[in-house]
Every structure is written in structure tokens, then in C-alpha cells.
């Protein structure tokens, strides 16, 4: 156990949906970090948030969307998705918000959309 | 913008057999580098990261990686494989406020 929760583990839904993925990071971690991972693309960062503020946007769509609440969860939206979207989310968390420490990733939420 | 390159897809060593996974890394200054494992069906595991200091750095599970400056290259390695060390393994250099990754390395153990 990483200390990084995620869920659900596993998701499936239709195309037009949306969806809201949940993380909650290790105990004393500010950072939050959203990926996306794919066959084709790879681990793709999407987004960072440090102690409820966003810090850092990457290959984030609009149709997605994020947040970090004051107790430092975070929930990433996913509206109208499409099949292109079925992909593993990891959420991962650092002490701070610099590069240097690392992260702590949890297990992931499987999305499928059908 | 930085990059990380991990020009091996796919790797299958004997178990026993010394293993190196090579990465170059592209970043306009001093890199934070990492290496990450990740079983399937699970997330990724820090195995060993470097700052500064001494090139050769120790990891878990008795992994090392030697950065190089001169060839832009963090390469991983273990003296003897196990076969539990069967996964997938990522390079990633942090800048910017992420952590950029490789596509990723799959190693298969033969026993």
C-alpha cells in the first residue's frame, strides 16, 4: 500500500458520460498529480494541484477537469467521453511542489468506454 | 521542453543474468532523474532517484543507475536478475512542476 488511495479501481461507461475519478493522498503530501496512461501515449501528465491551488497543466483536455479540496483529496472530471478515453488514471502525490522528490503514485482507476 | 527516451521496448534476460535499461533524457538544466517499476495491474514504484552528487546512485531492491552528463543518459541496473523483477520499468526527468516519462521498458525473466 502506497498510502495514495484511488477510486473506484475500475469503471465502465458509455460514450457522453462523465465520470469522476477520487484521490487521496499519502498522509502530509500537498502535491497532487494526475496521468493518464495508454497503449498508444504513454503515462501523459494532465494536472497539478499544490495545497488546494493549481500549479502545473499538461496534455489536460477541456472536457476534463480537476480540483483539490481543502482536506487535499482531488477528483478528476471527465465529461462526454469517447472510446479514446478508456485509459488508466493515476493519481500520484509528493510532499511538496518541486521535481525533486518523487512521487508516490496509487494503483490507479481503470476507465472503460463502450 | 524536456524528454525522456527509453530506446528499448521490450527485454528478456535469463534469470541470473546482469541486466542494464538504458534512458536518455533531454532537459535544459540540471535533471531530477528517476526510475519507476510497475507490476501489472498496479501503479508505479519508485525504485531510485538522483539529484546531485555521486553519479552512481542505489535504489531498492538492489537496483542502481549511473547518470552521465556527458551522454545525456541515466541507464539502470542490476548485477543479478530475479525473477520477480519481471515489469515494466520508466525513466522520467522532473522539470516545470512534472515528472516527464519514457514509453517504458518491459523486461521478461526466462528461468
Known amino acids: 500500500d502506497s498510502g495514495v488511495t484511488q477510486t473506484p479501481k475500475h469503471l465502465i461507461t458509455a460514450t457522453g458520460q462523465r465520470v469522476t475519478l477520487r484521490c487521496s493522498p499519502r498522509?502530509?503530501?500537498?502535491?497532487v498529480y494526475w496521468y493518464q496512461q495508454s497503449l498508444d501515449q504513454g503515462l501523459q501528465f494532465l494536472i497539478q494541484y499544490y495545497n488546494g491551488e493549481e500549479r502545473a497543466k499538461g496534455n489536460i483536455l477541456e472536457r476534463f477537469s480537476a480540483q483539490q479540496f481543502p482536506d487535499l483529496h482531488s477528483e478528476l472530471n471527465l465529461s462526454s467521453l469517447e472510446l479514446g478515453d478508456s485509459a488508466l488514471y493515476f493519481c500520484?502525490?509528493?510532499?511538496?511542489?518541486?521535481?525533486?522528490?518523487?512521487?508516490?503514485f496509487g494503483s490507479g482507476t481503470r476507465l472503460t468506454v463502450v | 521542453a524536456q524528454s525522456v527516451t527509453q530506446p528499448d521496448i521490450h527485454i528478456t534476460v535469463s534469470e541470473g543474468a546482469s541486466l542494464e535499461l538504458r534512458c536518455n533524457y533531454s532537459?535544459?538544466?540540471?535533471?531530477?532523474l528517476f526510475w519507476y517499476v510497475q507490476s501489472p495491474g498496479q501503479g508505479l514504484q519508485l525504485l531510485l532517484k538522483?539529484?546531485?552528487?555521486?553519479?552512481l546512485v542505489q535504489g531498492i531492491k538492489g537496483f542502481e543507475a549511473e547518470f552521465k552528463r556527458s551522454q545525456s543518459s541515466f541507464n539502470l541496473r542490476k548485477p543479478s536478475v530475479h525473477w520477480s523483477d519481471a515489469a515494466e520499468y520508466f525513466c522520467a526527468v522532473g522539470g516545470k512542476g512534472k515528472l516527464t516519462f519514457g514509453q517504458g521498458t518491459i523486461l521478461t525473466v526466462h528461468p
Open positions: 498522509s502530509g503530501d500537498l502535491s
Open positions: 538522483y539529484f546531485s552528487g555521486d553519479t
Open positions: 500520484a502525490s509528493s510532499p511538496q511542489g518541486g521535481d525533486n522528490y518523487g512521487y508516490t
Open positions: 532537459y535544459g538544466a540540471t535533471p531530477y
